[in-house]
Antibody, heavy 121, light 113 residues
C-alpha cells in the first residue's frame, strides 16, 4: 500500500525558516518524480515544486524561487522542502504527492494528508 | 502560464441526477506527438487531501466509480457525474500538466440540492 506522510509544519514568524519532510512507503521511491502542492486556508490548490528521481532536476513556482528548496534522500525514502524567508502568504497546508510514472509532466496519483504551515508574528 | 478556469464555481444537484463541471485552459494542453490531453481532475472532500479521479482527460483512475467520466480535448474539458451520490459532495479541481508551472482551476463546489 502506498503511503505518503508529511511532517514539520508549525507556526513560524515572518522571515523565518522551516523544513518540511515527507516519508513514503509502498513503492520504489527512486522511480518517481515527487512534488509539493500547497493550499492556503479556504483557497484552491497551488503547485509549489517538483524534483526528479535522482534529484538532478528541480522546478519551482515563481513565487517561491530563491526561497524554497526541494530535495530528496533515497536512503531514507524521504522528500523535503526547505522554506526560507517565509511570508504571510506562504501560510497553507503543504501536501507531498507522487508524480505518476514518467516525467514531470504527469498527474499526481498519491497524496499525503498535508502539514499546516502558519507564518505569523 | 496556462490559466485554468472552471465553471460554475458552485453547483447544487439532486441525488441521482447528473452533475457537470467545466474546465477551460487558456491554451491547448493537447500534446500533438502522442495525441494526449495533459489534464486531470481531482476530488477534495472537507479535511482531506485531493484524490485523483481522471487523468489524460478521460482515463479513470483505478478504483474510481464509473459514474465519474471525463471528456474534452484541446482547451475545453468536462467532468461528469452521471448519478450523484451523497458521498460525491466535494470540491472538484482540474489541473493541467502540459507545461510548467503546473496549474489548477479555482475549484467547483458540488452540493446536494
Amino acid at each position: 500500500e502506498v503511503q505518503v506522510m508529511e511532517s514539520g509544519g508549525g507556526l513560524v514568524q515572518p522571515g523565518g525558516s522551516l523544513r518540511l519532510s515527507c516519508a513514503v512507503s509502498g513503492f520504489t521511491f527512486n522511480n518517481y518524480w515527487m512534488t509539493w502542492v500547497r493550499q492556503a486556508p479556504g483557497k484552491g490548490l497551488e503547485w509549489v515544486a517538483s524534483i526528479k528521481q535522482d534529484g538532478s532536476e528541480t522546478y519551482y513556482v515563481d513565487s517561491v524561487k530563491g526561497r524554497f528548496t526541494i530535495s530528496r534522500d533515497s536512503a531514507k525514502n524521504s522528500l523535503y522542502l526547505q522554506m526560507n524567508s517565509l511570508r504571510a502568504d506562504d501560510t497553507a497546508v503543504y501536501y507531498c504527492a507522487r508524480v505518476q510514472t514518467g516525467t514531470v509532466y504527469r498527474t499526481f496519483d498519491y497524496w499525503g494528508q498535508g502539514t499546516l504551515v502558519t507564518v505569523s508574528s | 502560464d496556462i490559466v485554468m478556469t472552471q465553471s460554475p464555481d458552485s453547483l447544487a444537484v439532486s441525488l441521482g441526477e447528473r452533475a457537470t463541471i467545466n474546465c477551460k485552459s487558456s491554451q491547448s494542453v493537447l500534446y500533438d506527438s502522442n495525441d494526449k490531453d495533459y489534464l486531470s481532475w481531482y476530488q477534495q472532500k472537507p479535511g482531506q487531501p485531493p484524490k485523483l479521479l481522471i487523468y489524460w482527460a478521460s482515463t479513470r483512475e483505478s478504483g474510481v466509480p464509473d459514474r465519474f467520466s471525463g471528456s474534452g480535448s484541446g482547451t475545453d474539458f468536462t467532468l461528469t457525474i452521471s448519478s450523484l451520490q451523497a458521498e460525491d459532495v466535494a470540491v472538484y479541481y482540474c489541473q493541467q500538466y502540459y507545461s510548467l508551472p503546473l496549474t489548477f482551476g479555482q475549484g467547483t463546489k458540488l452540493e446536494i440540492k
